[in-house]
């Protein structure tokens, strides 16, 4: 079913100053509390009437599946607000549960910013962090542990963004960017262009805001259009890296840079003590608030089938939750595939159909094509194990996903052509 079209002039992927003057209110970091959109806060019931975007079925509350013979039901211990299991070739949802509640999103929200974002900069461009670039970042942020005065890559700035999530990063980005102000304007112009119509903008980390909502359904969207993009999925499944630190001196009075290895927050793909690696994951987001409490967006292959699943704030309060429910949706997702009659679809952008196939969107970061720096190790290069509670462990990742994108086999809808994304590289 078509998305339904907003009056009022489309919006452009270009920041504008009546949508800069819509989007941002006073309180974009104000500190996590209770918000002023009661569809932001933790109301346990979801809206009567949602959107219909991607089928009418979407726009209903409660589960929403449609089993044929032999189709496994759905898990029974999925206590999530929010959630959808959809694939992501054919862009059919598979099955959902209030897809379109607009709730508060927390980090997952990051997956847009770097959508948005990522293109601008080659990897290589270097930025020496101002005093007022890390202004505004909210108390009790996740940060990656940027120094003012220091200079850093876009490499870095960005796996600061994947890895540790980190807000300080995302507001050194932005100020590249030309501001906070322009940077949340540009992110609700695409949220706008791929369709994400549940989607409100305040802060472009995801720290609570007044006002800023997303759903699972255009999580799920920002997940499958950022992975189109080569860095977007480099980044999103790397496990460690090395991190600059600060500037020092040797005993012989040699300046030098101190580093720091950052880890993958995401434990589906990192582990951790009461989780393990999950089987052909590759990404992409999670977060976590106080107004949003969990949220967290996959994606994982297996047998070439690519599954994407977004879970939004699950009722029960064990460790690592979300992601033990997001694994068994993915498991549920794997054992339905072909079994059960789409509820619904992932969209494609609005300016899909005028796209030309031999068009070139690399997505690559400025255009540019380049290899991690050293220290950089991406699930298809993982480590092996080294104790630290599963992180790194490559064995139990499938870089099947990876291949998969690497060699153009995935298709963000049949509907949407897509060049090659890159050429298929060989497992390790």
Do not use: C
Request: proline share 7%.
């Amino acid at each position: 079913m078509p998305a339904p079209k907003k009056t009022g002039r489309r919006f452009l992927l270009v920041t504008s100053a009546a949508l800069t003057a819509l989007a941002l209110t006073p309180a974009a970091h104000a500190a996590p509390g209770p918000s002023t959109s009661p569809s932001a806060g933790p109301s346990a019931t979801p809206p009567a009437t949602m959107s219909s975007v991607g089928g009418a079925r979407l726009g209903e509350p409660g589960n929403q599946v449609d089993l044929a013979g032999g189709a496994p039901v759905l898990p029974k211990d999925v206590t999530a607000r929010s959630w959808i299991v959809a694939d992501a070739e054919s862009g059919d949802v598979l099955a959902a549960h209030n897809a379109h509640w607009r709730l508060a999103p927390a980090s997952t929200l990051k997956m847009l910013f770097a959508d948005t974002l990522l293109p601008k900069w080659p990897k290589t461009t270097q930025h020496k962090v101002a005093v007022s670039d890390l202004a505004g970042v909210g108390a009790g942020s996740s940060l990656v542990g940027i120094k003012e005065e220091e200079t850093y890559t876009v490499h870095d700035l960005w796996l600061g963004v994947f890895l540790r999530s980190g807000n300080d990063a995302v507001h050194v980005l932005s100020a590249m960017n030309g501001g906070v102000d322009r940077t949340v304007a540009e992110m609700n112009a695409h949220a706008e262009e791929l369709q994400a119509l549940d989607t409100t903008v305040v802060s472009p980390d995801g720290y609570d805001a007044p006002r800023q909502v997303s759903s699972a359904y255009d999580l799920t969207l920002f997940a499958r259009s950022g992975l189109q993009k080569k860095d977007f999925r480099e980044y999103a499944s790397t496990v460690r890296a090395k991190f600059p630190g600060e500037t020092a001196k040797d005993k012989k009075g040699k300046t030098y840079r101190k580093s720091f290895e950052i880890q993958n927050t995401n434990r589906l793909l990192a582990g951790d003590s009461d989780i393990d690696v999950y089987p052909g994951i590759a990404g992409v987001k999670n977060g976590n608030t106080t107004n949003a409490g969990a949220t967290f967006t996959g994606v994982a292959e297996r047998d070439g089938r690519v599954l994407l699943v977004t879970v939004m704030n699950p009722a029960k309060s064990e460790h690592n939750e979300v992601y033990k429910e997001a694994a068994r949706l993915l498991d549920w997702g794997f054992q339905a595939a072909g079994k059960v009659k789409p509820v619904g679809e992932l969209v494609p952008p609005r300016s899909a159909a005028q796209a030309s196939p031999g068009t070139e969107a690399s997505g690559e970061a400025g255009g540019v094509s380049g290899k991690g720096a050293v220290g950089t190790k991406p699930v298809a290069g993982a480590p092996a194990a080294d104790g630290s509670t599963g992180v790194g462990v490559a064995a139990g990742i499938t870089a099947g996903v990876l291949v998969l994108l690497a060699g153009g086999a995935f298709l963000v809808n049949r509907r949407w052509p897509l060049p090659e994304l890159m050429r298929r590289r060989s497992r390790p």
